[in-house]
């Protein structure tokens, strides 16, 4: 299906030549309208001559809705999408028919008017992306466009010459501001009546249902049940419906993995609609896997109508919905529950779990493989949609969940597959089957992403308080209440769904979350969470052992989970393949491959038997040709992989103070090659919560035995190393690891003590000036922005400077890094230099306050290239900076008519008391800039300057104006109550 169609197009798709009302208004345009030769002569024709043209193109309209029933979905949207164009076009003539403007044509004006053709334009649809006062806003715009293009060509024909000026000032206001505005009240007035008949039409519009708010999604059930064909699904659809609809009563948890106590609800009880943003990808810059791409996007909480409209819209056939979100939001809940609420008399779901087809299949075996699990025999994609389309006429939905598994199982890019889908989908209409196509995938992987032209990219976001407590509400009612105002003290884990229902859990036992959550910390309550599951997996062995035993057990199952932890951030990554793993707990616990058995067949490695006993980590798969599997583990929420890594950096430097204090005394340090080993491979600024909870545990008792153990270490760091150890996350020189560990133990020294001064560090200024600079040659750059983010230097008289960690939460841009880091290094040229410039970079970014620089130290004959630098360098952004200093050096000694020549066009927006003092003294100066100065209009700039406190300009214009023979005021002024006297 066309995203858009033209009136020419649309009156054929609603019948065509044998269509008795399409014959007749094909008849009184003789035969142009089907031909498509239907030009400006015929329409101005049409409106003198034969207004029953209007009436047939609302009967035909009105026919549709009589034909609503007992058409396929795909026919049905068709029929609508055509409707609508003719509804457009029919809005802007009625409107223009109502101006009775009485314009006749002769015999040579047709010659003239034969380029104009409305009625091949392709016609806007609403877009559900965008509020409906948006996709009003278009369409007044092709109104205008319209209305412009229509008098442009009335003033060209005969007519036109016997008006006289009260005529064609009238003709002129009709046709380029009534016509439009007329046009848009009569649009909207055909479209509620179309919508009446059609209730998609609202939700294609954005338009929102007032009715009683039902929630998991049932009301985008309610919706299409009133847009359904009436038509019977077949066999297949009927089967497939019913196992979707029967996830609808399975517990969010399997009841075994929880105490027999605790009542899970249900899919259908628990499930909350999800707010959500959307945009269409093409309409902005950037990739939306950064936070940016969204900060001006409306959130709303429509889900039901945004996917009632969607779904029934032409772009749907066009290019795939994209839903994102983070880990743990709900994506693949939401493809369950849009696979269970769509009626299958007109959309036929296919819900395929990327994680389980074949890592290498293309699209079409990627489906194929998914409709093989859902329906239990061997169908091509191509049979299916065949037969839903001979039997029901449903539009088959392609739910692809889990691209983002796909890309981390496999590590293969795919930065096409969304335009793939869209290839297809084109394919698919050019062959009459078309397809809905929706693909989740989690948000920080579609950076290189490609998305075709009109794709629609929805994200999900976290619950609302509101959200929160609707939650509660259904969970409350069958265990024991939890308060909401309880859980929204913790938003980073309340506002997730999985995590949600995690702290409910957890609670659910013995109440001991809400009982104690005033006296814990986030770093306590992470630890109890952790230990309250570590500790149920450990017990379902069943093995009869001691307190101290099972205490024993449930630490190793955290350092366990630690490693995994440490993976991820040793690696930079947040996610981690299963291999990974196993090695790392093989380096760093001496962990193998554990006894435990899958039935007859092969042990579980270290790493799959760590991973898959906790819920909060989310495992994601891909098969392969050969049946290997690829797994990869993440976090279901990034906190907790991070307090596991303070939580192992914090024990291992514990345990080493002990060591240390058992050491032999002819030893001047103890080994640390294992504090080493995981400290050198990423600086521990690059993580803001994993300083916190080191910062938290620091709090502890004896941080001054852990300081003097830091500062001696740090004082040995250049000695020879003995052995850096077995754990090799990541590929690095020996100086690269060298230098993350130095730094790493200063930053340990840092969160032991607020202000650490140079002498307890044993280091000079000199020193640290070339221990700075090591750190910057061999960090990456975000590792080393992390160091000028988080270090706070100050000089000190006696103690030579002292440094700590901030509380900056910036994010670190170039700019800023660059102003920053001379306080860093110590550097006490750049240090002054960046005092100088500090006033300008903190109002503009470093290439626009150097412009200024350049330009203010320029001479009058070199203006030219600085302002030529300034230009390019504030770009769009900052464009009344250019202005100002562009008009503020008119007239002041350099080459004027040079400037003039160069950037005259640029006044267009500039404050006007800028423009009129540059004119004027490029005037006063002898200089003549009539034809310069023809655009300022005296009344405006008279009430601006006057408003704007300058009196000496209104007195020089005026001046300016005798002199250059300009009446003042200017005639036929009605001065307002704001303007200044005469």
């Known amino acids: ?112 008017a034969i380029s104009y053709n409305p009625w091949r334009l392709d016609l806007p649809l609403p877009s559900v992306s965008r509020p409906y006062e948006d996709n009003l ?30 005529q ?12 439009p ?33 039902r929630a998991a999604l049932a009301r985008l059930e309610d919706v299409l049940a009133q847009t359904t064909t009436d038509l019977t699904p ?24 929880v105490p027999e106590d605790v009542h899970v609800p249900t899919l259908a009880d628990a499930y909350v609609d ?109 049979e299916f949609s065949r037969q839903t389309k001979q039997n029901s006429g449903a539009v088959p939905v392609v739910v692809l969940d889990g691209f983002d598994e796909l890309l981390q199982a496999t590590g293969v890019s795919q930065t096409r597959y969304l335009t793939q889908i869209s290839e297809f989908q084109q394919e698919l209409q050019d062959m009459g089957r078309p397809a809905v196509f929706v693909v989740t995938s989690r948000l920080s992987v579609c950076a290189g992403l490609e998305l075709p032209l009109g794709t629609h990219v929805l994200r999900l976001m976290p619950f609302s308080d509101d959200q929160v407590r609707a939650w509660l509400d259904v969970w409350n009612s069958v265990n024991s209440p939890l308060p909401a105002e309880t859980v929204l003290q913790y938003p980073d884990l309340a506002t997730q769904p999985l995590l949600l229902l995690m702290l409910a859990l957890y609670d659910a036992v013995d109440s001991s979350f809400q009982r104690d959550h005033l006296s814990m910390s986030r770093g306590q309550l992470y630890e109890r969470l952790l230990e309250r599951f570590a500790r149920r997996e450990v017990t379902k062995a069943g093995t009869d052992r001691s307190e101290a035993d099972l205490d024993e057990d449930v630490e190793y199952e955290l350092e366990r989970l630690s490693v995994v932890a440490l993976a991820m951030f040793n690696r930079g990554v947040q996610w981690v393949a299963e291999h990974e793993v196993t090695a790392d707990l093989v380096q760093l616990l001496g962990v193998d491959s554990p006894e435990r058995m899958v039935g007859a067949q092969t042990r579980l490695s270290a790493g799959e038997t760590v991973l898959g006993r906790f819920f909060f980590v989310q495992k994601t798969e891909a098969v392969r040709e050969d049946r290997t599997k690829l797994r990869t583990y993440e976090f279901l929420h990034a906190t907790f992989g991070e307090y596991l890594v303070a939580r192992f950096v914090w024990d291992r430097l514990t345990q080493l103070r002990k060591e240390d204090a058992a050491r032999s005394k002819r030893k001047s340090t103890v080994d640390d090659t294992e504090l080493y080993s995981v400290l050198s491979f990423m600086a521990l600024t690059t993580s803001k919560p994993v300083l916190d909870f080191l910062r938290e545990f620091a709090g502890k008792p004896d941080p001054d035995e852990l300081f003097d153990l830091v500062s001696r270490l740090f004082a040995v760091r250049d000695e020879t190393r003995g052995s850096r150890g077995g754990y090799v996350p990541a590929t690095l ?193 002898g200089l003549d800039v009539t034809s310069d100065m023809a655009h300022l209009d005296l009344r405006t700039v008279v009430r601006e300057t006057s408003r704007s406190f300058r009196p000496d300009l209104v007195k020089r214009a005026r001046a300016a104006a005798a002199e250059l023979g300009l009446e003042w005021p200017p005639p036929n002024w009605q001065p307002d109550s704001q303007d200044p006297p005469h």
């Open 733 to 925: 020189t020996d100086s690269e690891r060298d230098a993350k560990y130095s730094l790493n133990l200063v930053v340990l020294a840092l969160v032991l003590r607020q202000k650490v001064y140079a002498d307890e560090l044993g280091l000079s200024v000199d020193d640290w000036q070339r221990l700075a600079l090591f750190w910057k040659s061999r960090l990456s750059s975000s590792e080393w922005a992390s160091v000028v983010l988080w270090f706070w230097m100050e000089r000190d008289a006696y103690r030579h400077f002292a440094v700590s960690l901030s509380n900056r939460e910036r994010e670190a841009q170039a700019e800023w890094l660059l102003m920053s880091e001379p306080y860093v290094t110590l550097d006490e040229v750049a240090v002054t230099l960046r005092d100088a410039m500090t006033p300008l970079v903190s109002m503009h970014d470093v290439e626009v306050a150097a412009a200024l620089i350049g330009l203010m130290a320029a001479p009058a004959d070199k203006y030219l290239p600085a302002l030529v630098r300034l230009r390019k360098a504030v770009g769009r952004d900052d464009s009344d900076v250019f202005q100002r200093e562009f008009f503020a050096r008119l007239g002041t000694g350099g080459n004027d008519r040079e400037l003039l020549v160069e950037f005259g066009g640029e006044f267009d927006g500039a404050q006007v008391e800028w423009v009129l003092d540059a004119y004027l003294r490029l005037h006063e100066q």
């Open 181 to 213: 505005e007329r046009a848009v009240e009569r649009y909207e007035e055909l479209l509620g009546q179309l919508a009446a008949e059609y209730p998609e039409i609202r939700f294609w519009c954005s338009v929102h249902d007032g009715r009683l708010v």
């Open 274 to 382: 999800p707010r959500f943003q959307v945009v269409v990808g093409t309409e902005r810059r950037g990739a939306p896997s950064l936070q940016a791409w969204w900060d001006d996007v409306d959130v709303r909480d429509d889900l039901y109508a945004y996917l009632a409209g969607y779904l029934t819209s032409p772009q749907a056939l066009a290019t795939p919905l994209l839903v994102l979100g983070d880990p743990g939001s709900g994506k693949s809940v939401l493809t369950e529950m849009l696979a269970a609420r769509l009626p299958e008399s007109d959309f036929a779901v296919v819900r395929v779990e990327l994680r389980s087809t074949p890592a290498d299949a293309d699209l079409v075996r990627q489906i194929e493989h998914g409709l093989h699990r859902l329906l239990h025999e061997r169908v091509t994609f191509a």
């Open 168 to 179: 064609r000032e009238r003709a002129n206001i009709a046709v380029m501001r009534s016509v």
């Open 137 to 166: 806003q278009d369409l007044r715009a092709l109104y205008f466009s319209l209305g412009s293009t229509l008098f442009e060509a009335l003033t060209t024909l005969a007519v036109w010459d016997e008006f006289n000026e009260t």
């Open 234 to 257: 077949e066999t297949r659809l009927a089967e497939l419906a019913g196992k979707y609809r029967g996830a609808l009563n399975r517990p969010l948890v399997n009841p075994s993995e």
């Open 1 to 112: 299906m066309r995203k858009t169609y033209s009136y020419n197009e649309a009156v054929k798709i609603l019948g065509g030549r044998e269509h008795p009302i399409v014959a007749k208004m094909d008849k009184l345009l003789n035969g142009a309208l089907l031909a498509g030769s239907l030009g400006l002569w015929q329409v101005l024709d049409l409106f003198d001559a034969k207004p029953d043209f209007l009436k047939l193109s609302n009967q035909l309209i009105s026919w549709v809705s009589e034909k609503r029933r007992g058409v396929s979905r795909y026919t049905r949207t068709q029929q609508l999408h055509a409707a609508h164009a003719v509804l457009v076009m029919t809005a802007f003539f009625e409107a223009f028919e109502e101006q009775r403007l009485g314009v006749k044509l002769t015999a040579e004006d047709r010659e003239l």
